[in-house]
């Protein structure tokens, strides 16, 4: 995890639509899966957005070929360049919900996600997940 804070959120009030890529690349998961994830992760996690449904760990900017393979409903933006992504950043002091918030507020000690742990959490929960879909039948 990064300790330096190059970038930090809005302030005010209103949330702010940023570009991918300069500062960081953004994974997103679903929120079952990234509340588990986080419960891996523990201290390991840098910043985190969410958003009813989903959540967005800030990553470091570049290759993140480490979570293609983990399933459909989680994507990295801004990885290849590819294509230009831009996603809503809550004000520095939303950290409840409802709505866009932070999951975990950007700080000092918590900016970037190192992208392999973060994987690897996301993996063991999606590997927990089938096992108990094929012990629930």
Sequence with gaps: MTTTVPWTPPRGNDIELVKVGPHWDVLRAPAEIGERALG???DASGAVI???SLMY???PSGDAQCCRDLRKEIHILGADG???SYIGVPPAGRTEGPGL???IPVG???YL???ERLCEALARVIAAE???DATAR
């Design 40 to 42: 891996l992760l523990d």
């Design 50 to 52: 969410a958003d009813y």
């Design 57 to 59: 760990w800030l990553i």
């Design 82 to 84: 590819a294509e230009v």
């Design 101 to 103: 918030h932070w999951r």
């Design 108 to 110: 000092p000690d918590r």
């Design 113 to 115: 996600t190192d992208l």
């Design 130 to 132: 089938t096992a108990e």
